[in-house]
């Protein structure tokens, strides 16, 4: 399978960064090949590299089309300790084809508003290593206060009803807490906003449950198709 490229149209030209200028390198594309790029916004380029600079390389645009791929309508929340859990996960969403990932700052989780840029770069390795042209949007907060539609969320928590196919159904956004589980007072205010399931008696790892959720949800949903 061809390599697939990040890239912006500027001018009439596909302009690739210094990440992507890398990539070009280390799979040894030379000047006058011709690659697939993709904007993360649905478009498909194929272009002939004229120029590979040491932060910036150039592509002659040769053909530009919408790419046609099934998009999860689903929001999924995320919290962690930990940066290697989270980003194999999102990287999982992204596979998926999720729509949106936010990552919340708990009490019992850390903060990833340093590392937006990092989890931006993880979203596009992820797309382009399973030719997704649709990238997810990506929202990061220090805080707690989720932005989603409170009557289309349900929370990952033991203390909820068994989660059923019919009820899941109903739910487009998914919220998963961290490793150390949410305090008592989240718990209380998770509860005034939104419907609680549980997976079973089995006690999952967050990532485990929240990938177990969101392949349901994609064979549950008729997934959007775009382009």
Sequence with gaps: MPHLFYGRLR???????????????????????????????????????????????IGQLIESKEKREKILPVTVCLASQHWERLRWLVEKAVELGV???????????RSYTDKLDKLSLVIRNAAKQCARCHFPKLVVLDNFDL?????????LHRSGEQLTISNAKCFNNIVVGPE????DAELNVLRSKYALFS???????FET???????????????????
């Design 180 to 183: 150390g589980d949410f305090t």
């Design 11 to 57: 001018d009439g030209e596909i302009v690739l960064d210094e990440h992507e200028t890398q990539h070009l390198k280390v799979v040894r594309v030379k000047e006058n090949e011709e690659i697939l790029v993709t904007d993360g916004e649905g478009k498909l380029y194929r272009c002939r590299v004229l120029k590979i600079g040491k932060d910036e390389s």
């Design 147 to 155: 932005p989603v539609e409170p009557s289309r969320t349900f929370v």
């Design 209 to 227: 449950a929240a990938l177990l959720v969101m392949g349901l949800m994609y064979f549950l949903n008729d997934p959007l198709e775009e382009g």
């Design 199 to 205: 997976l079973g008696e089995t006690i999952f790892r």
């Design 99 to 109: 729509a949106r990932i936010v990552v919340y700052k708990s009490s019992r989780g």
